[in-house]
């Protein structure tokens, strides 16, 4: 960050910031989005809807990587912001060097562990027969590329605690239009491998990507660079401190959707499971560019934090918060008004999609909340309270959900799978509110 993009972030109005850096986040975010949405899309209008709900019960699983990037890529966007903020080139200085010994670490243990165990990941979402067989094939190729994809995804973050939204978002846009040329040519050319063809599209995008950001780092970055790799014992405190209730967030919403795949299986057979897996793409390209909102808080939130410039920051949640509110209407309102062209586009049979949509509208039915939910948990993590962001992802999506998702179903049948997460994230809304409006009252009261 130069001290121009500083003097923003601590001066200029937090409605102009939104736009600046948020906008370009959302682009870049839902360019992210479109890796797991074309991937659904092509699978199921060319190989079929067993082929796209194979990918789509293999997709929760590789929120290992997302898991992992996410911790490595928040944590170090938090600790980046705040040295800013507190003119601490020292700390700036070992970042990279850390983020990338701990990507190594984690993206080894994840490559090897996830080519052999992907038949038993497969069996804990209630996967069978073709799909099942098909999802085995998909994950394996997919967890050859981890390295790439913790790379690219923890560093683009660190981009965007540095501000640099625009550049962030280029090498993720680069990387999505490679994803989205690449397959429908391999999945044709592949023949009887073509679902190895929808994963290898995806991995090869995730190199170019790697490559075009390793050069970043170390040839054009005037404030971050790659230094000496290795571990460095207070970030990394700090790293873990910060972003492992983002990571948490990311590997129990792999649970969440292991435990909605595994009931719209048990209780709904293989249609319930094939619509559960469309809705999930929709939803997953949904909630997506609420993240890159909240990227676009986050430097402004850590940096005014570490310059203690309180009221800014009450100012700033304020005006993301109710952009988060409009850029969630605007995915919500199509998705209630429109459900059976959306589905349609995956390759879903219409006698499907005519006795699921009810059930759709219901899983989207407290969506355009969603944007404020996010910002309070990004709040929490730009200011180092990572306890807190903990708390409100372990009730919403452990917690509250895991038990719900178990006994409602046996009351009210398939209905509940449906309404079991609407229900949960709206009273969670309440309490993150609750919980973010009164640490914005504290702040600065020592004073």
């Known amino acids: ?95 990279m060097g850390n ?29 069978t027969g073709e799909i099942k067989a ?9 967890f050859i590329g981890s390295l790439f994809v913790n790379f690219t995804q923890s560093a683009n973050m660190v981009m965007r605690g540095e501000g640099l939204m625009k550049k962030a978002m280029m090498i993720m846009g ?26 290898l599209a995806t991995i090869t995008a995730q190199l170019v ?96 934090f570490g310059a203690k410039q309180f009221n800014r920051i009450r100012q700033a949640v304020r005006v993301f918060s109710v952009g988060g509110l409009v850029l969630a209407g605007i995915f919500w309102i199509p998705s209630l008004l429109f459900p059976s062209q959306i589905l349609s586009l995956f390759g879903v049979e219409a006698s499907i999609i005519a006795q699921g949509v009810g059930n759709f509208r219901l899983f989207y039915s407290v969506f355009i909340l969603y944007g404020v939910m996010v910002m309070t948990i990004t709040f929490f993590q730009s200011i180092g309270d990572g306890k807190k962001a903990g708390v409100i992802v372990m009730l919403r999506q452990l917690f509250l959900f895991v038990p719900a998702m178990i006994l409602l179903p046996m009351v009210f049948g398939i209905k509940a799978v449906w309404f079991t997460q609407p229900l949960i994230d709206f009273i969670m809304i309440l309490v993150g509110l609750f919980m973010m409006l009164g640490e914005l009252k504290k702040l600065g009261s020592e004073k």
């Not at 990037?69 to 903020?85: D, E, K, M, P, Q």
């Not at 983020?99 to 080519?115: P, Q």
């Open 1 to 95: 960050m130069n001290q121009d993009m500083k003097e923003q972030l601590l001066s200029k109005r937090p409605i102009a910031l939104l736009f600046q850096l948020s906008v370009p986040a959302v682009i870049g975010m839902i360019v992210i989005g479109l890796y797991p949405l074309m991937d659904g899309i092509f699978a199921g209008k060319i190989m079929g809807q067993v082929a796209m709900t194979a990918c789509g019960v293999a997709a929760p699983l590789t929120f290992f990587n997302s898991g992992i990037s996410t911790l490595l890529g928040v944590g170090s966007a938090s600790v980046l912001s705040r040295a800013i903020g507190k003119g601490d080139k020292k700390t700036v200085d070992k970042i």
């Open 99 to 127: 983020l990338i010994f701990w990507v190594i670490v984690f993206s080894t243990i994840i490559t090897v562990g996830g080519i052999i165990l992907a038949p038993h990941f497969l069996d804990m979402v209630g996967a």
């Open 134 to 142: 098909y999802g085995i094939r998909y994950l394996r190729v997919i």
């Open 174 to 199: 680069l990387g999505a239009l490679l994803n989205i040329i690449l397959d429908p040519i391999l999945m044709i050319l592949m023949g009887e491998y073509a679902i190895e063809g929808v994963a």
């Open 209 to 304: 990507q790697a490559i075009v950001t390793l050069h970043y780092f170390l040839k054009k970055s005037k404030v971050v660079k790659i230094r000496q790799i290795k571990s460095d014992t207070e970030i990394k405190k700090e790293m873990f401190g910060v972003g492992s209730s983002a990571m948490m967030m990311q590997l129990l919403f792999m649970i969440q959707q292991i435990m909605l795949y595994k009931m719209a299986f048990k209780y709904g057979g293989d249609n319930n499971g094939i619509l559960m897996a469309a809705s999930l793409r929709v939803y997953g390209f949904s909630f997506i560019p609420l993240w890159g909102m909240s990227q676009g808080l986050q430097p402004v939130v850590g940096t005014n």
